[in-house]
Protein backbone atom coordinates (compact mmCIF):
# COMPACT_ATOMS: atom_id res chain seq x y z
CA UNK A 1 0.00 0.00 0.00
CA UNK A 2 1.19 3.49 -1.22
CA UNK A 3 0.41 7.31 -0.25
CA UNK A 4 -2.02 7.06 -3.60
CA UNK A 5 -2.57 3.29 -4.17
CA UNK A 6 -4.68 0.89 -1.71
CA UNK A 7 -3.94 -1.92 -3.39
CA UNK A 8 -2.62 -5.08 -1.21
CA UNK A 9 0.79 -6.90 -2.25
CA UNK A 10 0.41 -9.04 -5.28
CA UNK A 11 -2.38 -7.47 -6.04
CA UNK A 12 -0.87 -5.91 -9.13
CA UNK A 13 -0.02 -7.50 -11.88
CA UNK A 14 3.64 -7.05 -13.96
CA UNK A 15 1.41 -5.58 -16.24
CA UNK A 16 -0.26 -2.46 -16.03
CA UNK A 17 -2.87 -0.44 -19.05
CA UNK A 18 -3.18 2.93 -17.77
CA UNK A 19 -6.03 5.20 -19.38
CA UNK A 20 -6.41 8.85 -17.68
CA UNK A 21 -10.23 8.08 -16.73
CA UNK A 22 -10.87 5.82 -14.30
CA UNK A 23 -14.46 4.88 -15.21
CA UNK A 24 -12.39 4.16 -19.03
CA UNK A 25 -10.45 2.04 -16.12
CA UNK A 26 -13.80 0.36 -14.69
CA UNK A 27 -14.86 0.15 -18.52
CA UNK A 28 -12.00 -1.42 -20.04
CA UNK A 29 -11.60 -4.11 -16.83
CA UNK A 30 -15.28 -5.26 -17.40
CA UNK A 31 -15.25 -5.14 -21.21
CA UNK A 32 -11.68 -7.55 -21.75
CA UNK A 33 -10.70 -9.04 -18.37
CA UNK A 34 -11.98 -11.93 -16.91
CA UNK A 35 -12.48 -12.13 -13.02
CA UNK A 36 -12.13 -8.35 -12.35
CA UNK A 37 -11.44 -7.38 -8.64
CA UNK A 38 -11.37 -3.84 -7.73
CA UNK A 39 -7.70 -3.40 -6.35
CA UNK A 40 -7.67 0.56 -5.39
CA UNK A 41 -9.61 3.38 -5.37
CA UNK A 42 -7.87 5.72 -2.85
CA UNK A 43 -8.83 9.34 -3.98
CA UNK A 44 -11.22 7.87 -7.02
CA UNK A 45 -8.83 6.61 -8.69
CA UNK A 46 -9.78 3.31 -9.76
CA UNK A 47 -7.45 -0.34 -10.20
CA UNK A 48 -8.69 -3.67 -11.28
CA UNK A 49 -6.56 -6.46 -11.92
CA UNK A 50 -7.82 -9.67 -13.77
CA UNK A 51 -6.44 -11.72 -16.52
CA UNK A 52 -6.46 -11.62 -20.36
CA UNK A 53 -6.29 -14.81 -22.18
CA UNK A 54 -5.02 -16.63 -18.84
CA UNK A 55 -2.35 -13.22 -18.24
CA UNK A 56 -2.61 -11.06 -14.97
CA UNK A 57 -3.60 -7.89 -16.04
CA UNK A 58 -3.78 -4.83 -14.03
CA UNK A 59 -6.21 -1.74 -15.66
CA UNK A 60 -5.58 1.73 -13.37
CA UNK A 61 -6.42 5.04 -14.06
CA UNK A 62 -3.55 8.02 -14.37
CA UNK A 63 -5.96 11.06 -14.03
CA UNK A 64 -5.11 13.67 -16.35
CA UNK A 65 -1.80 14.96 -16.80
CA UNK A 66 1.92 14.53 -16.59
CA UNK A 67 2.05 14.81 -12.87
CA UNK A 68 -0.66 12.72 -12.08
CA UNK A 69 0.66 10.09 -14.05
CA UNK A 70 4.41 10.45 -12.72
CA UNK A 71 2.79 9.28 -9.00
CA UNK A 72 0.99 6.85 -10.13
CA UNK A 73 3.70 5.50 -12.60
CA UNK A 74 6.43 5.62 -10.11
CA UNK A 75 4.45 3.44 -7.00
CA UNK A 76 3.36 0.86 -9.78
CA UNK A 77 6.86 0.42 -10.64
CA UNK A 78 8.71 0.94 -7.35
CA UNK A 79 6.69 -0.15 -5.12
CA UNK A 80 4.19 -3.22 -7.19
CA UNK A 81 7.19 -4.31 -8.93
CA UNK A 82 4.94 -3.13 -12.49
CA UNK A 83 7.50 -3.86 -15.60
CA UNK A 84 5.39 -3.31 -18.61
CA UNK A 85 2.84 0.27 -18.45
CA UNK A 86 0.60 1.06 -21.82
CA UNK A 87 -0.96 4.53 -21.77
CA UNK A 88 -4.33 3.66 -23.54
CA UNK A 89 -6.07 6.89 -24.12
CA UNK A 90 -7.74 9.61 -26.50
CA UNK A 91 -5.26 12.71 -28.47
CA UNK A 92 -5.96 15.17 -30.98
CA UNK A 93 -4.94 14.60 -34.61
CA UNK A 94 -2.27 17.22 -36.02
CA UNK A 95 -1.22 15.52 -39.49
CA UNK A 96 -3.89 15.33 -42.70
CA UNK A 97 -3.40 11.78 -43.09
CA UNK A 98 -4.24 11.68 -39.59
CA UNK A 99 -7.85 10.65 -39.05
CA UNK A 100 -10.13 10.52 -36.28
CA UNK A 101 -10.95 7.19 -34.76
CA UNK A 102 -7.57 6.21 -35.94
CA UNK A 103 -5.19 4.70 -33.37
CA UNK A 104 -1.49 6.14 -32.97
CA UNK A 105 1.47 4.30 -31.55
CA UNK A 106 3.95 7.07 -29.84
CA UNK A 107 7.56 6.15 -30.93
CA UNK A 108 8.67 9.09 -29.50
CA UNK A 109 7.13 12.27 -26.94
CA UNK A 110 8.08 15.45 -27.12
CA UNK A 111 7.24 18.14 -24.79
CA UNK A 112 8.19 21.58 -23.72
CA UNK A 113 8.24 20.65 -19.78
CA UNK A 114 7.37 17.37 -17.84
CA UNK A 115 7.99 16.76 -14.30
CA UNK A 116 11.57 15.07 -14.33
CA UNK A 117 12.81 18.11 -16.02
CA UNK A 118 14.33 18.92 -12.82
CA UNK A 119 16.06 16.33 -13.38
CA UNK A 120 18.30 16.39 -16.48
CA UNK A 121 18.78 20.33 -15.95
CA UNK A 122 20.21 21.42 -19.35
CA UNK A 123 19.57 18.07 -21.09
CA UNK A 124 17.07 17.11 -23.38
CA UNK A 125 16.10 14.02 -23.02
CA UNK A 126 14.43 12.08 -25.31
CA UNK A 127 11.50 10.01 -24.52
CA UNK A 128 11.00 6.96 -25.86
CA UNK A 129 8.30 4.06 -26.25
CA UNK A 130 9.70 0.41 -25.99
CA UNK A 131 10.95 -0.88 -29.40
CA UNK A 132 9.71 -4.76 -28.45
CA UNK A 133 6.15 -3.17 -27.17
CA UNK A 134 5.77 -0.62 -30.25
CA UNK A 135 6.55 -3.67 -32.93
CA UNK A 136 4.02 -5.59 -31.24
CA UNK A 137 1.14 -3.35 -30.98
CA UNK A 138 1.89 -2.77 -34.91
CA UNK A 139 2.07 -6.16 -35.49
CA UNK A 140 -1.44 -6.68 -33.49
CA UNK A 141 -3.40 -3.25 -35.75
CA UNK A 142 -3.01 -5.44 -39.10
CA UNK A 143 -6.01 -7.60 -37.60
CA UNK A 144 -7.94 -5.19 -37.26
CA UNK A 145 -10.37 -2.46 -39.25
CA UNK A 146 -8.64 0.60 -38.32
CA UNK A 147 -6.29 3.06 -39.48
CA UNK A 148 -2.85 3.43 -37.58
CA UNK A 149 0.30 5.39 -37.55
CA UNK A 150 3.71 5.29 -35.64
CA UNK A 151 5.36 8.39 -35.15
CA UNK A 152 6.37 11.19 -32.94
CA UNK A 153 3.07 12.85 -30.46
CA UNK A 154 3.40 15.80 -27.95
CA UNK A 155 2.72 15.89 -24.29
CA UNK A 156 1.39 19.43 -23.36
CA UNK A 157 1.18 20.11 -19.63
CA UNK A 158 -1.50 22.28 -20.63
CA UNK A 159 -5.25 21.38 -21.51
CA UNK A 160 -6.23 25.14 -22.70
CA UNK A 161 -3.07 25.54 -25.18
CA UNK A 162 -2.80 29.35 -26.71
CA UNK A 163 0.02 28.62 -28.39
CA UNK A 164 -1.07 28.22 -32.56
CA UNK A 165 2.87 28.95 -33.21
CA UNK A 166 4.21 26.02 -31.19
CA UNK A 167 1.29 24.11 -33.13
CA UNK A 168 2.17 24.83 -36.69
CA UNK A 169 5.96 23.55 -35.60
CA UNK A 170 5.20 20.85 -34.43
CA UNK A 171 2.75 19.32 -37.58
CA UNK A 172 5.54 21.36 -39.72
CA UNK A 173 7.69 18.36 -38.08
CA UNK A 174 5.59 15.50 -38.27
CA UNK A 175 3.96 15.44 -34.76
CA UNK A 176 1.29 13.16 -35.43
CA UNK A 177 -1.27 14.51 -32.07
CA UNK A 178 -1.15 15.74 -28.87
CA UNK A 179 -1.61 13.98 -25.60
CA UNK A 180 -1.04 15.27 -21.74
CA UNK A 181 0.78 12.51 -20.44
CA UNK A 182 2.99 9.92 -22.59
CA UNK A 183 6.54 11.35 -22.36
CA UNK A 184 6.15 11.42 -18.39
CA UNK A 185 5.25 7.98 -18.66
CA UNK A 186 8.48 6.90 -21.06
CA UNK A 187 10.83 8.81 -19.10
CA UNK A 188 9.64 7.18 -15.50
CA UNK A 189 9.91 4.06 -16.91
CA UNK A 190 13.42 4.47 -18.66
CA UNK A 191 14.42 5.74 -15.32
CA UNK A 192 13.35 2.83 -13.62
CA UNK A 193 14.11 -0.46 -16.22
CA UNK A 194 10.33 -0.55 -17.21
CA UNK A 195 8.64 -0.81 -20.51
CA UNK A 196 6.38 1.96 -21.72
CA UNK A 197 4.04 2.37 -24.76
CA UNK A 198 0.76 4.70 -25.54
CA UNK A 199 -1.83 3.30 -27.46
CA UNK A 200 -4.10 6.40 -28.92
CA UNK A 201 -7.17 6.99 -30.06
CA UNK A 202 -7.57 10.28 -32.20
CA UNK A 203 -10.91 11.01 -30.55
CA UNK A 204 -10.56 15.04 -32.37
CA UNK A 205 -8.70 16.34 -34.99
CA UNK A 206 -7.20 19.99 -34.32
CA UNK A 207 -6.64 21.00 -38.12
CA UNK A 208 -10.35 19.66 -39.19
CA UNK A 209 -12.23 20.79 -35.51
CA UNK A 210 -13.80 17.20 -36.15
CA UNK A 211 -14.56 15.06 -32.87
CA UNK A 212 -15.51 11.98 -31.76
CA UNK A 213 -19.21 11.23 -31.10
CA UNK A 214 -20.14 9.92 -27.93
CA UNK A 215 -21.71 7.13 -28.73
CA UNK A 216 -19.26 5.77 -31.34
CA UNK A 217 -16.22 6.28 -28.45
CA UNK A 218 -16.86 2.82 -27.14
CA UNK A 219 -16.17 0.84 -29.83
CA UNK A 220 -13.16 3.03 -31.47
CA UNK A 221 -11.80 2.51 -27.67
CA UNK A 222 -11.86 -0.69 -27.66
CA UNK A 223 -9.42 -1.05 -30.71
CA UNK A 224 -6.95 0.57 -28.75
CA UNK A 225 -7.47 -2.01 -25.69
CA UNK A 226 -7.15 -4.33 -28.15
CA UNK A 227 -4.05 -3.33 -29.42
CA UNK A 228 -2.35 -2.54 -26.10
CA UNK A 229 -3.39 -6.50 -24.64
CA UNK A 230 -1.93 -8.26 -27.56
CA UNK A 231 1.35 -5.85 -27.51
CA UNK A 232 2.08 -6.85 -24.11
CA UNK A 233 1.30 -10.57 -24.89
CA UNK A 234 2.11 -11.42 -28.15
CA UNK A 235 2.52 -15.10 -27.56
CA UNK A 236 -1.54 -15.45 -26.54
Not at 68 to 82: K, P, V
Not at 108 to 125: C, Q
Not at 126 to 150: C, E, I, N
Request: aromatic content about 6%; overall charge negative; glycine content about 10%.
Amino acid sequence: MTVHIGAKPGEIADTVLMPGDPYRAKWAAETFLDDAQLVNQVRGMLGFTGTWRGNRVTIHGSGMGMPSLSIYANELIRDYGAKTLIRIGSCGGMQDEVKVRDVILAMTASSVSTPSKGIFRELNFAPSADWSLLSAAAKAADGLDVGLHVGGIYSSDVFYDERPDLNEQMARHGILGVEMEAAELYTVAARHGARALAVLTVSDHLLTGEALPSDDRERSFGDMVEIALKAAFPET
